[in-house]
């Protein structure tokens, strides 16, 4: 799992990138635009792939997670 997380991070932090914009309309209304561009599809690629295959077992910790939660607020 930690793994699966550690490499997540790497892929989001080196195969894309957020650049912000402003732009103006003819009235003078400002508006913030937002584009996230693809720098390495490949590592992208490889992300998708890893999470397809690790999706039982991030399921299972999910279920796990919410019985967990569900028990802690049984005992409150």
Do not use: C
Request: glycine residues 6%.
């Amino acid at each position: 799992k930690t793994l699966v997380k550690k490499f997540l991070k790497e892929a989001v932090d080196y195969g894309v990138e957020l650049q912000e914009s402003h732009t103006w309309n003819q009235f003078g209304k400002g508006r913030k635009l937002r584009l996230v561009e693809t720098i390495d599809q490949h590592l992208i690629d490889l992300a998708e792939e890893v999470m397809d295959q690790e999706r039982p077992s991030i399921d299972i910790l999910d279920n796990i997670g919410e019985i967990k939660g569900l028990l802690i607020n049984l005992y409150r």
